[in-house]
């Protein structure tokens, strides 16, 4: 299938996971792609895997808390191909902790990623889109907007508000024509979660693979996510099969929230 042939597609937080699945995803259906990310190394290895798909590629460096570079990467994008049709706002890091030991700096961090980085992308698609009256704007929130676990209260706290950004976004831009959501990702198995597993383990005496195991079994299908399996559906939620479904914050969890 060549759903974006022709259709201009950036994603935050493309070097690695699930960002770099989701700009594979659309370069294999025929769209151009700009990847945004800081760590350039890998971002650069996912622009030339799109490339190698046939379709142009951007790898631009760009820190999602400031809106500086997000200006100066949408004006990239702009310059080159001179319309947006898809924003895929996945960049996201995670910390946790028990609510007594928050750093206040730490705090500011994740919202300024998570959130703030997520504000400043679909502020900038919004007039593109809007001028175009047609765009998709998805944003990556998590089950953690949805459920919750101890410990993660500023990594649900920035979901949640990726999930109420997405809904106004939605209210404000559907009258132009452009639709807005928000994938509520489950357990997937990246560099992020990976790196939690061997954290959140060592706290409860698990090894990285008995705490994974673990996360699997919480879920109906008793198995993590690929990342592919995400990406999947931002695919959809961007193509026209998708063009009624706005405001919507979809559990892509496996089951999670049944078991
Ligand atoms: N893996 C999961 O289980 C899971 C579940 C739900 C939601 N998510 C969300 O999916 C998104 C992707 O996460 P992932 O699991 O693929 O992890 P990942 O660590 O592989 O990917 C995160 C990407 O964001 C980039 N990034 C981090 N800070 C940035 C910044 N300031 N500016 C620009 N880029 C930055 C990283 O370099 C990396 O490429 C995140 O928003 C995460 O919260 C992940």
């Given at each position: 299938m060549r759903r974006f042939a022709g259709q201009v597609v950036v994603v935050t937080g493309s070097a690695t996971g699930i960002g770099a699945a989701t700009a594979l995803r659309f370069a294999t259906e025929g769209a151009n792609v700009a990847c945004l990310d800081i760590n350039e190394a890998d971002n650069d290895a996912t622009a030339a895997a799109a490339r190698s798909e046939g379709v142009e590629a951007l790898g631009l460096r760009c820190d999602v808390r400031s809106r500086d570079d997000q200006q100066d990467a949408f004006d990239r994008v702009?310059?080159?191909?001179?319309?947006?049709?898809?924003?895929?706002?996945?960049a996201g890091v995670y910390v946790g902790g028990p609510l007594a030991e928050i750093p206040l700096e730490r705090?500011?961090?994740?919202?300024?990623?998570?959130?703030?980085?997520?504000?400043?992308?679909?502020?900038?698609?919004?007039?593109?889109?809007?001028?175009?009256?047609?765009?998709?704007?998805i944003n990556i929130a998590s089950m953690a907007a949805k459920t919750?676990?101890?410990?993660?209260?500023?990594?649900?706290?920035?979901?949640?508000?990726?999930?109420?950004?997405?809904?106004?976004?939605?209210?404000?831009?559907?009258?132009?024509?452009?639709?807005?959501?928000?994938?509520?990702?489950?357990?997937?198995?990246?560099d992020m979660v990976r790196k939690v597993a061997a954290e959140v383990g060592a706290t409860v005496d698990m090894t990285?693979?008995?705490?994974?195991?673990?996360?699997?079994?919480?879920?109906a299908l008793k198995r993590l996510a690929r990342p592919e399996e995400i990406a999947g559906v931002v695919a959809f939620l961007a193509s026209d099969d998708a063009r009624y479904l706005t405001g919507q914050a979809?559990?892509?969890?496996?089951?999670?929230?049944l078991s």
């Open positions: 702009m310059g080159a191909w001179g319309r947006i049709d898809v924003l895929v706002a996945c705090w500011d961090d994740i919202v300024a990623v998570n959130l703030t980085g997520v504000l400043i992308s679909n502020s900038l698609a919004a007039p593109i889109m809007t001028a175009q009256r047609r765009g998709s704007i919750s676990w101890p410990y993660s209260a500023e990594y649900s706290g920035t979901k949640s508000g990726v999930v109420g950004v997405t809904r106004s976004a939605a209210m404000e831009l559907g009258p132009h024509g452009v639709t807005v959501n928000a994938v509520c990702a489950g357990n997937t198995v990246t990285a693979e008995e705490w994974l195991d673990m996360r699997a079994d919480d879920t979809i559990e892509v969890d496996g089951g999670l929230v």
